[in-house]
C-alpha cells in the first residue's frame, strides 16, 4: 500500500504515548469543543476557555 495524505489519520490517545506525528499549520476556523467532563481537568478554573464554546475569536 502506498502512502497518501488522504489516507493518514493522526489520532490521540492520550498525552503520555510518543508522539508520531507533528502538524504545522494556521489554525483558522479553529472552535473550542463543547463542556464534557474529559476536558474539566485541562482547563484552569481560572482560563478565558472555560464555559466557553463554539468558534473562536
Do not use: Y
Not at 473550542?32 to 481537568?41: G, H, S, V, W
Not at 466557553?52 to 475569536?57: A, I, K, Y
Request: aromatic fraction near 8%; charge should be negative.
Amino acid at each position: 500500500m502506498d502512502w497518501s495524505p488522504d489516507k493518514t489519520q493522526v489520532k490521540s490517545w492520550n498525552e503520555w504515548d510518543t508522539l508520531r506525528h507533528v502538524i504545522v499549520g494556521k489554525a483558522d476556523d479553529c472552535h473550542i469543543p463543547p463542556e464534557e467532563p474529559a476536558l474539566d481537568a485541562k482547563v484552569p478554573e481560572d482560563s478565558d476557555m472555560r464555559g466557553q464554546w463554539g468558534r473562536r475569536p
